[in-house]
């Protein structure tokens, strides 16, 4: 796509962040031939793959099952990419059984409208408990209404991570920086970001910096009421070898009520996790660009595995993930699970994500706001991310990746419709009505 008249082409583009956002750029990136005389860095605080990165995991779903038509159409491309040349070996189309535990879940119906006017999935609606047990080959029932799309699918994230990766290293383009920023290095006389600094305190410098530092973006930017980090549960659970290979072949399982879900095992390890609203963890730090050395914001950020060795899940999530287990599958219920992990959304206001220049600082760009659905793009949205940096936001995403009109408060975010669980919870609070160790049983 050709960019807008206004658009120079950047001398030196700096990316911080190595998850679906960065990478996916950089991948865009050195692709495209307008960028061949552009030096591209990418600086992440970890080396690559991220071990708390939310884009590192065991499995992600790949669905074009949405309630919103614009992202069933985004997905859908992605998911042709998957099929054929992208990482095709980490891509497994099992299915995805979307269910709710009544028809007040509007998103289900409305999905299932999406997916079945592509006209290419093949789509199943379940009108009942029997339905859904037989197509899910589940002990019980994960909700009493939904459908079933055969044509969705999950990826082995880590997997396709490091396959993207090796493609971006084999480009020879892209220097990679393991060292953590620490802020924006900002010239307030003319609102321009000339790069970052670096805990180490070298700076690096570029004509433009994008920001795709997920869950962490706001300690480096003020997105109060636009962008927080959201801590959802994991659990992994052992299986047998005939075990997996039994649920192995099942459609992943998602139930939008209760926000919980179940994707087929791999490398016998059953995920169960819930996308939920999540546990906030609210610090205050320094304002991230103010001019004001003593003036600080409090906002939500992750705290994670790497943060903290002896990280549990709160019981009141590990409950709720078992609970679910043992629902669906009760004679695995009295397993020990292998491990649980705290994974962090970039939530924002609308599930939207928030791909945009700065309105204020000049050569600044942010790319974020997965709002935990957007492993799927990763075909796709480095292209759209560098198509946003051209001026050229996709017509059905103006208005809805760029930069908000007004920050919202927490009591307005409406989200996307798709989340299930308890709302409003702190970690720490959480955690201290009680940690269950690793390991324990429900
Ligand atoms: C539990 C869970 C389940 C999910 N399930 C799905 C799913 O089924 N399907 C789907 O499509 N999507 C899913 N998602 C969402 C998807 O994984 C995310 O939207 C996506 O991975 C976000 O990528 P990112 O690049 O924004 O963040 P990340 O992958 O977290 O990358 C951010 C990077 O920035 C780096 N960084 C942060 N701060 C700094 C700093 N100061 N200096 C240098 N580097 C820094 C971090 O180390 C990290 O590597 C899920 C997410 C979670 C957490």
Redesign the pocket.
Known sequence: MAPSESFKVPSSILI????????STAWSLCKNPLFENTSITL????PFP?P??????T?????PDYADAAYTSLASSAQALWRTTFAPSFYHENGLCITASGLEQTYVSSSYDNVCALGSCRVQKLKNEEEIKQVCGTERASGTVGYVNWSSG?AD?EGSMCWLCKQVEARNRVHFIT????KLVIDHSTNTVAGVQLTSNTTLTAALTIL??????P??LDLRGIAKATG?V?IYLPLTSTEQAHLGSLPTILNLSTGLFA?PPSHNLLKI?R?GYGYTNPVTIPHPTSTNSSETITISLPHTHIDNRTQCVPSEGLTSCLSFLSHIHPTLSTRSIQSSRI????DTPTGDFLITHHPTFKGLFVA?G????????LPVIGDKIVECVMGRTPDEFKGRWEWPEKRVSDEEWVGDGSRGGPVGMVLQEETEKGALERGSKL
């Open positions: 911080v962040g190595s998850g679906v956002f960065g990478l600086v992440d605080r970890q991220c708390d990165g939310s884009s590192i995991d499995s992600r779903i790949v669905r999950w994230a060292d953590t920023v620490k795709a530092a997920g869950a962490w973006t300690s480096l959802q994991l994707i996790a996308h994974c962090w959304y970039t974020t997965g709002s935990g659905h957007a492993f799927k793009f």
